[in-house]
């Protein structure tokens, strides 16, 4: 079915929201977006369905919403005696965030699927504890994580409580895509759904319950007692789902000095204060930053509206503050992991760190320190799950710590996707740590580079958004794979790692066979231990480019990364060097 008779399908249904309806007839002004809007449905990625908000199948609406949930209704069906055991419903502060967990909810009791709705926004999280807890066969949690106000987006859950692993999200989306009209589908009257047990509220009995576990992730709580009520904190939740859990957790440990930047803990999909809620970017802590001047703040943490991303700014010595990397913060929770454990007699003989294969190698140095195996998996935390479910059967690994660059860290496996509330725990306890040392984080960090080398990387993000998007990262992922780089910056390419194909090839051709399961990524291994990696996006319509480098110095490492950084510009746009230089 073409964009245009797709539209038309959808301007002749009689019962179409009417404001989706007047998106629908400011549309047939501009064709672009007409296109864009209608040209092709929305993807499962590596953490579920994202899109910006709005009319067409390729948007965020009730009934993009609708057909996604009927098809996970249908896998569940085919799951012999499973849907009886119900699905757990959560949601972020984001615009139609509750209205698209309440009609999920409708679409499952239509099912005879019960459904278990947060009665008000709750973290990512405590979602994927609720779905272990409950005992339910999936989750659903509505969201769109760290993306700008205009998108909201749909992520599965299976009943290990990770989001859902690739067979089953292949298996969802083949259903998904077998509805060839999503305004047709049915929905339970929710009044009755209520009425008769197939929608459940919950929300304060499962807060205690995972709080109770929150405790775990402190390892010395001697530590805490003498200092963290000293220890001055800032935090901000960035007008999402994670004040009221994040308060109670920092509170219950002992860190009683928590300053909560006021505004931006109000709920507001609009996320009036910043400009995108992303605690990766340095301008989501500018009201952070304010506040931490104003109480001398040791250390500054931000989540993001669905709370399972944690950015960190820490306290340099001249009093301004300098916000911390994903990899660096990995880096800091990975050695105090290992080293508390180790002063404590705590740390099992088969331990194990698991970690993106985009993510740092430092925390590989670190753990072969304590002789600790720390293992790559693919990028998307399901991986991580999937992995702690695999040891938790075999018993051939003791989960200790995973992480993703991206800002996502679990420490405690009681939950099976990133944990911004355990991260926050676990940053004061750290900075705890330092602080009766005298010692600031970041101190802490210069300590970790000037004992395992200094450690630099850098992730750019293109964004190739609308109809012709898709085609330019498709050319653009055959481009390096075809035209595979000899070198960057002069360095050679030592190994090409191709998951695609699933080859690694040497520098005289030889290639092996034997990585982790298909994923379109490339990664450049060069000669000095560098490395270059470029993928899709899962979830956005960009190209990502991951570099790495470690040096002697601070200074070195930076340079090196400015050098790959020009180096893979230079390749995407097919220009040289010398031309850029006369410009």
């Keep these: 079915m073409s964009f245009k008779q797709m539209y038309k399908m959808w301007m002749d249904e009689t019962t179409l929201e009417d404001s989706l309806r007047e998106e629908l007839e400011l549309l047939m002004k501009d064709e672009a977006a007409l296109k864009d809007a209608f040209y092709a449905p929305l993807e499962f990625g590596t953490a579920g369905m994202r899109g910006l908000i ?70 990512t999280p405590e979602l994927s504890f609720a779905v272990r807890e409950l005992g339910a066969i999936a989750g659903i949690m509505v969201t769109a994580s ?52 197939l929608i459940k509220m919950v929300g304060e009995e499962l807060d205690k319950k995972y709080l109770e576990l929150v405790k775990g992730v402190t390892i010395n709580q001697e530590l805490v007692d003498q200092v963290g009520k000293d220890l001055k904190l800032v935090f901000t939740p960035l007008h999402g789902a994670g004040e009221m859990l994040g308060r109670k957790a920092l509170e219950q440990a002992g860190f009683t000095s928590v300053s909560i930047v006021k505004k931006q803990a109000i709920p507001d999909g609009k996320f009036p204060t910043i400009v995108s809620p992303n605690p990766e970017e340095h301008s989501a802590f500018e009201l952070a930053i304010k506040l931490g001047n104003q109480v001398g703040a040791d250390v500054l943490m931000a989540t993001d509206p669905d709370a399972d991303r944690l950015g960190v700014a820490v306290r340099l010595s001249d009093g301004s503050y300098q916000v911390l990397t994903g990899n660096q913060i990995g880096a800091i929770f990975a050695k105090y992991i290992l080293e508390a454990n180790k002063q404590r007699g705590t740390l099992p003989k088969n331990a194990v760190i698991l970690k993106s294969i985009v993510s740092t190698d430092l925390v590989k140095k670190i753990a072969d320190s304590y002789k600790v195996e720390a293992l790559d998996v693919l990028t998307g935390f399901k991986f991580i799950a999937e992995k702690i479910k695999e040891f938790e059967r075999t018993n051939s690994f003791t989960y200790l710590f995973g992480f993703e660059e991206s800002y996502g860290y679990l420490i405690k496996p009681f939950v099976r996707d990133k944990d911004a509330i355990q991260a926050l ?53 055959e ?81 090196m990364i400015k050098e790959f950084e020009k180096e893979i510009r230079y390749f995407i746009s097919g220009e040289t060097k010398e031309a850029d230089e006369v410009d």
């Design 425 to 477: 725990l676990l940053t004061a306890e750290v900075a705890a740590f330092y602080k009766k040392q005298g010692k600031t984080l970041y101190d802490g960090l210069q300590d970790i580079f000037k004992e395992y080398g200094y450690y630099e990387e850098k992730t750019i993000s293109i964004t190739m958004s609308g109809v012709d998007g898709a085609e330019k990262i498709e050319a653009l992922m």
């Design 146 to 197: 760290h993306n700008p106000a205009v998108y909201n987006g749909y992520k599965v859950y299976g009943e290990d409580g990770g989001q859902m692993p690739p067979k089953d999200a292949s298996a969802l989306t083949r259903y998904v895509r077998s509805i060839e009209n999503p305004l047709t589908i049915k929905v339970a009257d929710e009044k009755k759904a209520k009425t008769s047990g």
């Design 54 to 123: 709005g009319v067409g199948v390729n948007r965020m609406n009730i009934y993009t919403v609708r057909q996604a949930t009927e098809g996970l209704a249908c896998l569940l069906e085919s799951k012999e005696g499973q849907k009886k055991r119900g699905v757990v419903i959560a949601y972020d502060s984001r615009r139609f965030s509750s209205k698209f967990a309440m009609e999920s909810a409708k679409i499952l009791a239509n099912h005879e699927i019960p459904s278990f709705v947060f009665e008000g926004l709750r973290p």
């Design 479 to 559: 481009k390096f794979r075809n035209e595979v780089p000899s070198n960057f910056v002069g360095i050679d390419v030592s190994l090409t790692e191709d998951y695609k194909t699933q080859t690694i090839i040497s520098r005289g051709g030889k290639t092996i066979r034997g990585l982790l399961p298909p994923s379109n990524v490339l990664k450049y291994l060069l000669t000095d231990g560098s490395w270059i990696a470029v993928r899709p996006s899962g979830t956005e319509p960009k190209m990502k480019f991951y570099m790495a480098t470690s040096a002697s110095s601070q200074t070195e490492a930076s340079m």
